[in-house]
């Protein structure tokens, strides 16, 4: 048997063919009559707007859900799937958007989840492990079957979603987005990983949002729109702004921000030490002033840093040493919620855990933090038809797709869910706003969008601590460019005084004045 | 004061301690494999109620121990696949469907009783087996080796429920549904019916937890013959991290600390009887209050599953 | 939506569970075998019966406290000439208070000329609705008050001297001068009662050491039967308590096979007919003749009733099965007399 090789027992996938699929949730129709089809060893990638009902389509691929009308063809023949197990049986595999994975177990019994064992009913981690070990190497890098998933960072967590899949054999691979939740270094193994994969004669459909990445690697490119396909392209034959054009149904401008005169220090951190959650020291001193009216960019590596020092200042993470200062006044020692009344306002990069409740309706989720606030409430009662009138704003200013503002926001398509929320964050008009990944995960459109939200803030005095891992990002925004590596701050630069590249070697750790020397 | 100290006193309490954690072990440990696939079942003590009843019945009629054991399986699945239905096929809320599981079953029990039985009566259970060899042993011999065997059962059962729960295919499967049911649907596994077979489980050992009781422990029926064990049971698998091994911690602190206080009583150690009643479940509680923060709860529990939510 | 309409059966399921099954109040004229005198008697006038109504927080085969009560009412009726003369109905297993207190109401709005309350937990419910009902007659107890209130009355049971009783017969017949008591909760006659054998042991011999248990509940039966075991590992060869829950301690004490028993309430003599010696029985009809006897004079309460053995409200039932001997059982008599004559005080 060759290794992450589809073997022979199961068939070979030569050809998928998906015909005329439409389906139906309550209040939406996420596909109309959508045809896809993708043949051996090919790339297809499939682009669309959040919401536009590609996760939907390949759930159906992979049979957790059941189209209403349309036909799946494999190598020619109809087939029904009414659960995942039969699209496995013949050697499909997804990984989901969202992890499919369960933290409190290893990654051997994540593995081993669901397939008989070799000592049936007994369970042999030990060969499920040693298989694993062939395949991660023979994919990139080991991955040690016995550490539990919750321990692993999120670039692993996405290698343990592919091993799954390869473990059971199959030949045809979804990639639901997996480059949302991945650092720029990340992606770059994964597409080592993907390229290997088809070199073996596996055959990939690949979700993403970015451009960049859909054009690199991918033979071909469906686009959906509404529901809708919109067209099937070959990639060499097609350009940038087209598929643009294809996506949102218009062209989208670049952003080209101007300096603006910067107010007084607004947010202010000094000597800032805190422990990371595993222990170990994760800042190491951070010095920083924001001023009004400015965005600094914080670049770095993921895992440099970046999500403690938005914790400490979102006050959800105990502090070591150091002071915050907000307008000269001391918060170091406010709970959030005092934080968020004397005008912090936080988009966490965590948004699905620690920003929504996803049983909540869109609306309830608009109004988390703010049902007490003086605006909608008269006396103890709240002011629904208010709060109903700003919810539906926001939802339209932000053109989140949802049946209804009743709707619970577990039914949202993942970008609209992130866009929810951030219109929420930035409808509230703070002092300081602290923005994680403000735009992972989100379409183009809704993205430039956000962009130009965050800039009409920065001219409204806000002080802006923008923190990504897009590098393009950062610089197109920030005024100024932070760059962290390891809890320290390696220096910081204005917009176009650093290259790129500058800033990529000190995210690497070289100290400012030796970057800006080469 | 000395006696308590007393070798005599010691085996007492200890061959106590074993007899009164027996239930307990049964219920409590039928419960984790209930609570780990994801559903709490707070209607323990209904099936034990009535699978007390149908196998105190049973033996009451024919004389057959096994019999009768076999009735309060049958009766226990029975009541199983009732919960099973409602809170995984129609999704209802589990609390609920668990409290009026436990209604029914006390209803139940008290009205088939009245009607079949009418007054307290006793049988020959199951009797003490002493071990060969084993229970030759003076003292340890007493305390551990002469019980009968339904007391044996819950101790081995111990053993056997971390194997499948935790060496087992099954058992993995049993985990991932209480975890993550999207992430085990996804990779075919049926949530629901894993989901019907751990409910099914614990009510079979509720329903043995029951017999215990009344072809075993005490060999007779009255109304409300548990005094809410089955709720004490649930409290154990909280207590005891949704382990076998930390549950059998927690039924025998419960248990030993309960005897222990019986037996202060016949000795006329001087403390009052109210704050002697109290002991066991201060303990319990304390200790609970201590290994809190390591207790990790099944992250689906009380989540009904329905495809498409993630 | 689909969820909700579960919810709400689910719902319907624990109400109809709830109310259907253990406050049945099945008429007691349906078990009673009493028919047949009941058409014979020629002077049976057209008249309304009686109405009795008896909320109790056991079943009425507890073997203790709800059936002595129960057994009480059916032997009235017997004697009175059945349903037709006596009409009465019953809510038992009303451990809690609240659903006791409704019945209750229910009871005294339905027109019964007496609610009984059978349970110390009641009395406030009693104090509470008999202000709104002043033509029925309340009787609660055990306890000796009346609250002040015309139209209620109280009874308990002096428990302590068949206490005596028992203990002066288990005094001359330990062998190993160590005597368990099973008890529930320190509290009315469960105390009373152990009190009262505690001084009738002592009367025989002081040096014979009694050990009381309390579980904490009167219907813990596991815990009983525990504690009684307990009390034979420690040597007890003699065994006592009340509460419905004893069924326990009568059955270890089966089990084990050769330590004797002690019954108070009922006459507990089935449970293990070679072990029980002899059994305190309440016997309450005298003082439910009395009752029904005042209400149709037109006194509606205002009185206390102590069960005695004086007033044969309680009496001490040898069982015929245990071969008492003569000697024994002379002491025994002979203590009941000097209790009803008044040269043995028994204090509660
Ligand atoms: N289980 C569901 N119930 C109801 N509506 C759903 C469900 N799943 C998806 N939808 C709706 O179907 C539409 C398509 O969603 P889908 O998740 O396929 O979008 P997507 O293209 O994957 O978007 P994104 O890029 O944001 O992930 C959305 O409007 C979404 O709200
Ligand atoms: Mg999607």
Known sequence: MAHGVPTNEKQQIQRVEMCNITKCFPGVLANDRVCFDVNQGEVHALLGENGAGKSTLMRQLYGLYRPDEGEILINGRPYTFNSPADAIEVGIGMIHQHFMLVPTMTVAENVALGLKSSREPMLDLDKVSARIRELSQLYGSIIDPSAYVWQLSVGEQQRVEIIKALYRGASLIILDEPTAVLTPQEVNDLFVTLKRMVKDGHTLIFISHKLHEVMAISNRVTVLRDGCLIGTRLTSEVTRNELVKMMVGRDVRQLNPQPLKSGPVRLEIQGLQAMGDRGTEALRGINLQIHGGEIVGLAGVSGNGQRELAECLAGVRKTNHGTILMDSVDISFMPLKQRIDSGLAYIPEERMRDGAVREFSVQENVFLHDHASPKYTHGIFLDFARMRVFASELVKNFNVKTPGLDTPIKNLSGGNIQKLIMARELSRQPKVLIAAQPTRGVDIGATEYIHQRLLQQREEGIAIFLISEDLDEICVLSDRIAVLYEGRIMGIVERNEATVEQIGLMMAGISMTEAMQR | ?310 | MFKRLIVVLVLLGVLVSACATPPTAVPATEAAPTEAPATEAPTVEPVEPFRIAVIMPSAITDMAFSQSMYSALIAVQTEMGGESALEIKYSEGMFKVPDAAAAIRDYASQGFNVVIAHGSQYGASVQEIAVDFPNVTFAWGTDVNTFGMPNVFAYTAAAEQGGYINGVLAAMLTKTKTIGVTGPVEVGDAKTYVDGFVQGVASVDPAIKVSKTWTGSFSDVALMTEAAKTHIAAGADILTGSSQSVVGSIGAAKDNGSVLWFGTQQNQSSLAPTLVVASQVYDWSGMIKEIIANNKAGTLGGQAYVLQLKNDGLKIVFNPDYALSAEIKAAGEKAIADIIAGTITVNP
Request: hydrophobic content about 55%; proline content about 4%; overall charge positive.
């Open chain 2, 1 to 310: 004061m000395n006696d308590v100290f007393q070798l005599s006193v010691v085996a007492g309490i200890l061959t106590s301690a074993i007899r009164l954690a027996t239930p307990y072990l049964y219920a409590a440990i039928g419960e984790a494999f209930s609570q780990r696939s994801g559903v709490v079942n707070l209607g323990v003590d209904g099936i034990m109620l009535i699978s007390a009843y149908a196998s105190f019945y049973i033996v009451l009629n024919t004389g057959s121990i096994w019999l009768g054991l076999l009735a309060a399986i049958v009766v226990g699945l029975l009541m199983g696949l009732l919960m099973a239905f409602i809170s995984v096929t129609l999704k209802a809320e589990q609390g609920i469907s668990g409290i009026g599981l436990y209604m029914f079953g006390l209803g139940l029990s008290s009205l088939l009783f009245k009607t079949t039985i009418g007054t307290v009566k006793t049988v020959t259970g199951f009797q003490p087996v002493k071990i060969p060899l084993l229970g030759d042993i003076p003292v340890v011999g007493e305390i551990f080796f002469q019980h009968s065997l339904l007391v044996y059962g819950a101790f081995l059962l111990v053993p056997l429920a971390w194997f499948v729960l935790e060496k087992t295919t099954w058992g993995l499967k049993n985990k991932s549904v209480g975890q993550n049911p999207a992430a085990a649907d996804s990779l075919g596994v049926n949530v629901d019916r894993v989901r019907y077979v751990s409910v099914c489980i614990g009510a079979i050992l509720a329903g043995i937890a029951g017999a215990s009781l009344s072809i075993s422990l005490l060999n007779l029926f009255q109304d409300n013959l548990t005094a809410g064990q089955g709720f004490i049971a649930v409290a154990l698998v909280y207590f005891g991290g949704w382990k076998p091994v930390g549950i059998l911690w927690g039924a025998l602190l419960f248990s030993t600390v309960n005897a222990f206080q019986l037996w202060m009583q016949v000795l006329g150690v001087k403390i009052p009887s109210d704050v002697a009643i109290m002991l066991p479940y201060l303990l319990t509680i304390a200790a609970l209050a201590i290994t809190i923060n390591r207790v990790r709860q099944p992250a689906a529990l009380n989540k009904p599953f329905e495809r498409g939510e993630s």
